[in-house]
């Protein structure tokens, strides 16, 4: 019994034969009793009366062979798969390179019957709707759930959650195809130059401009768009890539209304401005705005002057204040970490930093702590514990009153660095 062979053209795509494990060729023969794993044998192995296991030389068996006309003659279903397969390699209406895929048909013979069996045949045509609508119900009663979680699913080529999600692949945020794969088929070719000539840059500017994959932006939306609030221009931005779903022109109107919508709520949030401040005429509103830019502009003068008159001592905080002056002339509003307060109210100042500076690679991490705290270089650090080293080493012991004779700096510097030097076992007490 003839039978539309299961498998591809490509004698490799099928099982190899089970009596001498050569690749099968059509025909074959196909055990009709042995499965549930279909029994495949060659026809040299068939006429020798092989038998394997459970199978038997009698048994019932089935000639698979696609060499038979399907929808008319002179095309055997052997040569209609070929064909369906070329189309789907090559593209719709690429009939050169799908003949010369096939090569047993000329490209006339390709372009009509695949117009005349799968294109205008009406059976054909009743079929392939009630398929589409059986797939449409299918999918809408069974959707596959997908929820945002830190690892996305990702499935293997060709799996069945593969297919069910359509190629999609989450951890890309990508389909493996795109929806029209040859969108892009005409710009492949054009390289642009420095000989091009004006006329020519011209061509391939305009051919460049209306692609599939590009949402096409008039310089005058450009233009529009830059005169945008802040706050609407990132929505523009980041809605951009919805264009090409709703096209152009209703992309426009989308961010117009959002910009339209923007403005008003910024006027409500003005007009309540005025009613809670009594205001109740636009001529007062008018006399509000101007006394309280000015009024704005005098605390901003009286707190430059504070903040100059009390950092200037201070580089951090003279950087920390030039920042805040910075992010208020931007209309930013200034993030100010203040600076720490000693149990007397005074400010007390921020540690040293060290970095570059010589000899702070000699010190080890407590040293650079204590320069850090007492604000002092590493250099004048490391002449000083050298100065009290020796003066400990000749009298046997050093009391706090000699180190504060031979470094003549702050008492409280000194201190500090002579209980360090004493806690660390440098230098002992006399």
Known sequence: MDRLASFGNDPFDK????????????????CAECGPSPFLICLQCYTRGFEFKKHQSDHKYEIMTSDFPVLEPGWTAQEEMALLEAVMDCGFGNWQDVAYQMRTKTKEECESHYMKNFINNPLFSS?????????DSHFADTAIPFKPTDDPPRPTFDSVLSRDMAGYMPA???FMEEFDNYAEWDLKDIDFVDDDSDVLRALKLAVLLPTHSAV????????????????VQEMYDAMRR????????????FIESNALEFELRKEIRRLQEYRKAGIKSFCSAKVYDRVKRV???????????SDM???IQDSRACQQWLSKQAAIDAGITPVVTPLPVTVSGRRS???LNLTGLPGTEKLNEREKELCQVVRLVPGAYLEYKQALLNECRRQGGLRLAQARALIKIDVNKTRKIYDFLIKEGYITKA
């Open 172 to 174: 890309r945020a990508d």
């Open 15 to 30: 099982p190899p034969c089970k009596g001498c494990s050569s690749h099968l060729t059509e025909p074959y023969i196909k």
């Open 309 to 311: 008159l009390q950092y």
């Open 242 to 253: 919805f264009a090409r779903v709703v096209g152009p022109t209703e992309h426009d109107k």
């Open 216 to 231: 096409p932006l008039s310089p005058s939306v450009l233009v529009l768009e830059r005169c945008y609030p802040k706050e």
């Open 127 to 135: 079929t392939l709707l009630s398929l589409q609508k059986t797939k």
């Open 349 to 351: 100042a921020p540690p």
């Open 295 to 305: 009024r704005e502009e005098e605390r901003r003068k009286r707190t430059m002057l």
